[in-house]
């Protein structure tokens, strides 16, 4: 238990990346999967103008201009300037990650019932990555850096609660499929574990 509980990160980073290649093999040789279908009869199940009016405000916090106002706003909120360049890095990588991903797999968006519109490549997710990502290191800096109890876990239950709202928002709104959600949550995860191993050992631990 103790050699699990050691190389626990390593052991879900290997996790993610073979349920990720497993999924992007499926969905390179497929144009949807059985669960694709599952999420999408369940999407259509639930559409209402109000959970569409919810939908579409929780996808912004996924978007371009949501994120880069949080980034800026690190600067200001850590006092370490540092954490906020490496939020800012940490964006960067992720979006281009994702980009170079979506290139190589060119899967086509849903052609179906869309409620917002969207263009470039499917899989992975943007949107459920890049917040993923995003998120999940601030989720990382609080789990290291918020002292308060009680605020920590608000914190880190209410900015998961988002990623994975996100992810679903995008599945509502008939831009991605729920492979594509999978897929981003899966390697974004896959990379955090990677990045901040990274930071804390040759950045962070300096301080």
Sequence with gaps: MNVIRKN?????????????????TGVFHDDFMQID?????MASYLRCDFMTAIAKFITNFGGALCLVSILVSS??????????????????????LNLVIKEIIHRPRPTGFRLIEEFGYS??????????AFYGFIIYLVYKYVQDKKLK????????????????SRIYLGVH???DVIGGFLISLAYLVIYTSIVMKFILKKD
């Design 8 to 24: 626990l990160k390593w052991i879900i980073l290997v996790l993610c990346l073979l349920v990720f290649i497993n999924l992007a």
């Design 37 to 41: 279908i599952w999420g999408d009869e």
């Design 75 to 96: 600067f200001i909120f850590f006092k370490n300037k540092k954490v906020g360049g490496l939020i800012t890095l940490n964006l960067i990588i992720i979006t281009v």
């Design 123 to 132: 899989f992975p997710s943007g949107h459920s990555m890049v917040s993923g």
């Design 153 to 168: 876990i608000f914190l880190i239950v209410s900015l998961s609660l988002l990623i994975l709202l996100i992810g679903v």
């Design 177 to 179: 499929y729920t492979t």
